[in-house]
């Protein structure tokens, strides 16, 4: 903070398409103040300006400047959401968009909500709090120097952010578009695993280097997990331990008991491991076994906080309910290392989220692909899933991670590597006339197969190898959705708890 500015920066920027910003983060100065001195060179009533920057920035982040010199809040969220920023607003906040935090005793029809990724807003005080006088989509800078005013929140178009990113990357046609992706994936795998601090979150309080897990990867042993795993392996120096977190529970099947060992995601988790040892033998996979008792779903739901809080807002679904605390108990890291008690070190967690929505991952894209071929509304259901990733899943699951102290890494959302497959003609990342396992993300399958080895059995000749995993919804996989404690008789994942 200065005369000027206060900044509240949640984030990484790992790009910036702007010089003076790339230049600062080139040098020795860390995100955050590379950030502030770019914001410091503008002058605070220059909204153009600061909507340049943060519209340049390529990274998950949440962020509120205080502009003290003309009493104006400016905040947002990146375009996909991957931080959470929540505020607290009337139902009404199409008429009252944003208030502080003015009073204790707060009106009845008060509630949070999640501010929308879809841009920057400005806002003034006033006796009731914050008021948002000006919206600055993503997609469209020139209302920057229009000083348009702000749309009821209703009216927002997400679908128009999808095309617009700080990235000029996109398909050569040319060439192979399996090594091209291969590139661009590398690229963003690299850049995650370079910006990071250089000792486990344990030893960072004490600023020192260490020997312990400073990466750790929500695993299931799934294409997408496995992929990831085999790029940190190419990346990663070979005496640093990777911690590959494997949840399952404790769940009822065929009318009786079953424990996490059974789960299809420990099975497959198991497998690929063996294919990632054989791949890479010098390596220490540190395979973690985080086994859920349905004991232990009963005491996380009935204290209430922290996952019940950390779903909200708007998470009020059993499928909300599900993936949050599979996701918080597997981003917790506690569980069984070689048959001792463990909790991994790493203060950062890379996910997979991202493929399905962009490479035709899930059932309901081979049934708008339909019998008729319809490529058309395939790919509009796949816009609409990229649009939607932030409020469904991103801004939940980074609560979830993050209040372990650990932070959230999403490479299959890398702005270049987004760009990059909307240049992709549909039927190079996707053949839904295949089979489950086969057509579904077959641009990713053939990366796996052809530049990382996932595409070969292990010694056990009856286990799939991961490239050619079919799709498995974590719920599922993991069986958190046969928990006995979560079971909710015949309601579905879509109804509310």
């Known amino acids: 903070m200065n005369e000027k500015f206060v900044l509240l920066w949640n984030g990484e920027i790992f790009h910036s398409n702007l010089k003076q910003i790339q230049d600062l983060l080139d040098s020795d100065l860390n995100d955050g103040e590379s950030l502030f001195r770019a914001l410091n060179a503008s002058t605070s009533q220059d909204t153009a300006a600061i909507f340049d920057i943060f519209s340049s920035l390529c990274g998950p982040f949440a ?9 104006k809040v400016i905040f947002g969220r990146d375009r996909f959401g991957r931080r959470s920023l929540i505020a607290q607003s009337y139902k009404s ?5 944003l208030i502080s935090l003015s009073s204790t005793v707060l009106p009845q029809n008060f509630q949070y909500i999640e501010v929308p990724s879809t841009g920057i807003f400005l806002a003034t005080s006033n006796d009731t709090g914050l008021v948002v006088e000006t919206f600055i989509p993503w997609s469209e800078p020139s209302i920057a120097r229009n000083k348009s005013s702000n749309p009821p929140f209703s009216t927002l178009d997400p679908l128009s952010l ?3 990113f ?3 990357i996109s398909f050569n046609p040319s060439l192979n578009p ?3 992706f291969y590139e661009v994936l590398f690229k963003a795998v690299r850049v995650r695993l370079q910006k990071a601090s250089h000792s486990c979150k344990n030893c960072l309080k004490f600023s020192k280097d260490c020997s312990h897990s400073r990466f750790c990867l929500l695993f299931s042993g799934g294409l997408d997990s496995a992929i990831l795993a085999a790029l940190i392996d190419k990346i990663l120096p070979i005496s640093e331990p990777i911690d590959l977190l494997n949840v399952a529970f404790d769940h009822f099947s065929g009318g009786k008991g079953c424990c996490a060992a059974d789960s299809p995601d420990r099975i497959t988790g198991i497998s690929c491991l063996q294919q990632l040892e054989r791949i ?7 395979f973690v076994k985080i086994n859920i008792t349905n004991e232990t779903v009963e005491k996380i739901k009935a204290s209430g906080p922290p996952h019940s809080y950390l779903l909200k807002p708007g998470a009020d679904t059993i499928l909300d309910e599900s993936l949050g605390l599979a996701v918080w108990f597997a981003a917790r890291g506690r569980g069984l290392l070689n048959g001792q008690d463990y909790e991994s070190p790493a203060k950062i967690v890379f996910t997979g989220i991202g493929a399905d929505e962009q490479l035709g991952g899930y059932s309901r894209h081979r049934m708008k692909f339909g019998t008729g071929a319809d490529s058309q509304a395939l790919q509009n259901e796949l816009d609409i899933d990229l649009e939607r990733i932030g409020d469904r899943n991103l801004s939940r699951d980074d609560r979830m991670i993050s209040d372990h102290g650990r932070e959230g890494r999403f490479p299959f959302l890398d702005e270049n590597l987004v760009s990059f497959l909307r240049s992709v003609p549909l039927t190079q990342k996707m053949d839904l006339t295949l089979p489950q396992g086969q057509g579904d993300k077959r641009l990713l399958r053939l990366v796996a197969d052809q530049f990382l080895n996932l595409g070969h059995s292990t010694c056990d000749s009856t286990t799939i190898p991961a490239a050619w995993q079919p799709k498995r919804a974590m719920q599922f996989g993991s ?5 006995k404690s979560l079971n909710t008789g015949n309601l579905k994942g879509h109804d509310r708890f």
């Open 63 to 71: 962020f509120v400047l205080l502009c003290r010199e003309f009493d």
């Open 93 to 97: 906040f199409d008429k009252i968009p």
């Open 162 to 164: 999808i095309h617009t």
């Open 166 to 168: 700080p990235s000029s």
């Open 178 to 180: 399996v090594e091209q």
């Open 280 to 286: 890479s033998p010098s390596r220490s996979w540190n």
């Open 479 to 483: 069986r958190i959705a046969k928990v």
